[in-house]
C-alpha cells in the first residue's frame, strides 16, 4: 500500500478508534462525487485498499443520506432495500455511517463502520461517537480540500492562459533622470482583469499547481519579442526557481545577453549564494547584467547585494513615492546610492509618478527611473524615445 500522507493518517487514526470502540472489522472514510463512492482511507484487516470505488447510487452511504435506510444498522439482513444492494453481497451485515460536513454546510462524504457479522450492540450511543469522530474527520481533511478546490480553480485559469501563450507583456519605459532618454524597458506580465490578481499572486498561484516554471518562460518569450522591435535594453523578472532549472538556463542562453537586464527580487530569499553566482556566471560573462529589484522593501538588502554584486539596484516605489517632500526617504534613497557606488551599480527609482520626485532624485544620484510620470507598461509601438521631466509628456 503506498505510503499515507500526514493528513490520511490522522484520518486513519480517527477511523481505529470508530473500530475499537465499536469493535467492527472495518472503518473507512468515503468521498462522494455524485456518481462514485471512492473509500479515501480504509481501516480494516481485509484487503481493501485506500482508494477504492463503487458506484454511489448503489451504496449503504447514499441509501442513508436519502432516508431510505437508517444510520445504524445492526442487522443489514432485517432491511429488504440493503440486501438488495452491493454491499450486503459483499457480505456486510452491520453497518454504521454518518455524513461528513464541511464548514461550508456541504457534505464532503461518509464516516462508516461495517461488520461481516450482525451486531446488536451497534446503537445511538455508537452514532453519537461517529458523529463526533465525523467532525473531527472534517476539520482535519477541509485544509487540504480548500487547497483542492482552489487547484482546479487555478488550473481552469492558467492552463488556457498557458495554451494561448501565457500573458500578456507590455513595456515600462526606464529613463535617464538626467537626460529624459529612455535606456531601456522592463517587461511586465497583465493577466486577465477579471481575475482581479496582481501578477506576483499569478504566479504564485502558478507554482501551486506546478506551472510557475511554465509560465515564467511563457513570460520570458514574449518578453523577448519585442527585442527586435524596441531600442535599448529590456528587463525581464524570473524567480530563482526557474533560473535554476535546465529550461530557463537553456532559455536565458539563446538570447542576446548584452541588451538583457535580468531582475530578482529582493524578497526571494536566498539559501545558496554560491549555486546563485555559479547559474549567473556564464550569463553575466556573455554580457547579461544583473539588477536586484525591491531594494529597500525586503527583509535582505544588504546580504543580497553584496553577495550578488549586481550591475543594477532598483530602489522599490515605497522608498521613491514622495521622496521630494520627504527628508527620511531622501536620506534612504542617498544611502542606497552610495550602497550602489560601492558595488559599481547604476540605481533605478521605480514608482516615479510626480514630477518633483523626478527632478529631486537625480540630485541624490539616481540614474535611471521609471514610473507612471513616464508612461505606464504599453506596447512597442507606443513607447517614446525621449521623456521630459516635468510637465506634461512630449507629443508622440
Known sequence: MPERSETAQQVADLLRTARQSLGVGLAFLSRLDGTVQHL???????????????????????????????????DVTQFPIAMALPGAEMGLRSFISVPVQLSDGSVYGTFCGAGTAADPRLNDRDLALMQVL???AALVIEPDIRQQRRNAAIESRLRPLLQRGGPVVL???????????????EALSRFPQEWDQAP??????????????????????????????VSGYIAMNIS????YTRAGQEFLAGLPLDRIVLELSEHDRVDDYDRLRAVLAPLRAGGMRLAIDDVGAGFSSLRHIVATSPD???LDRSIVDGVAADAVLAVAVHALVELAGAVGAKVVAEGIETAADATTLPGLGVDLGQG?????????????????????????
Request: glycine share 6%; net charge negative.
Open 40 to 74: 479515501e482511507v480504509v481501516e480494516t484487516e481485509l484487503h481493501l485498499p485506500d482508494g477504492t470505488t463503487y458506484p454511489q447510487e448503489t451504496s449503504f452511504c447514499q441509501a442513508i443520506l436519502d432516508g431510505t435506510l437508517p444510520p445504524v444498522m445492526s
Open 134 to 136: 465525523a467532525r473531527a
Open 171 to 185: 513595456l515600462q519605459p526606464i529613463v535617464d533622470l538626467a537626460s529624459g532618454r529612455r535606456v531601456g524597458s
Open 200 to 229: 506576483d499572486e499569478c504566479f504564485a498561484d502558478a507554482e501551486w499547481i506546478g506551472e510557475r516554471e511554465n509560465l515564467e518562460i511563457a513570460a520570458l518569450r514574449q518578453a523577448a519579442a519585442y527585442l527586435p522591435e
Open 240 to 243: 530563482q526557481a526557474t533560473l
Open 312 to 314: 543594477v539596484i532598483k
Open 372 to 396: 507612471w510620470h513616464f508612461d505606464r507598461a504599453t506596447t512597442a509601438a507606443d513607447l517614446r524615445d525621449e521623456y521630459v521631466l516635468t510637465g506634461a509628456l512630449l507629443p508622440r
